[in-house]
């Protein structure tokens, strides 16, 4: 026996008048998603989702609440990968001079954010031309 059946039996009307009023009712519901801002349908669909989650756990279905929280955070976002932009310059033993004299210029500035004294430090002779 089909539901659609089973509810004509249940309220004493044809399996007709019932396969109608599904119709009416799923012109509705589309109305009212057509009507919704995309805020009020994921606002709707996550009170779904914690409904079921709720329901599931109950039952003692974990592994449907853990889908189900995968799901909820792929949907939200917090599984998309984050962006990290990373700018790294190579440089060659060459270089090395020119890295720590400016490393050397910005030492005292660090010290002062940290708020310790500033040790003595060299002072690196660069050729010309650097």
């Given at each position: 026996m089909t539901r659609q059946a089973r509810l004509a039996d249940q309220f004493d009307v044809s399996p007709n008048?019932?396969?109608?009023?599904?119709?009416?009712?799923?012109r509705e519901w589309a109305g009212q998603d057509q009507e919704q801002s995309t805020d009020e349908i994921r606002s709707d669909w996550r009170q779904r989702v914690q409904a079921t989650i709720n329901q599931a756990m109950e039952l003692g279905h974990t592994t449907t609440v853990a889908r189900l929280l995968a799901t909820e955070a792929r949907v939200l976002g917090l599984e998309a990968p984050q962006q990290v932009?990373?700018?790294?310059?190579?440089?060659?033993?060459?270089?090395?001079?020119?890295?720590?004299?400016?490393?050397?210029?910005?030492?005292p500035a660090a010290c002062d954010?940290?708020?310790?004294?500033?040790?003595?430090?060299?002072?690196?002779?660069?050729?010309?031309?650097?």
């Amino acid at each position: 026996m089909t539901r659609q059946a089973r509810l004509a039996d249940q309220f004493d009307v044809s399996p007709n008048q019932v396969r109608k009023d599904a119709a009416i009712i799923r012109r509705e519901w589309a109305g009212q998603d057509q009507e919704q801002s995309t805020d009020e349908i994921r606002s709707d669909w996550r009170q779904r989702v914690q409904a079921t989650i709720n329901q599931a756990m109950e039952l003692g279905h974990t592994t449907t609440v853990a889908r189900l929280l995968a799901t909820e955070a792929r949907v939200l976002g917090l599984e998309a990968p984050q962006q990290v932009q990373i700018q790294a310059q190579v440089h060659t033993i060459d270089d090395a001079p020119r890295l720590a004299a400016e490393l050397l210029k910005a030492l005292p500035a660090a010290c002062d954010v940290l708020g310790v004294a500033a040790p003595a430090l060299p002072m690196i002779q660069q050729k010309e031309g650097e």
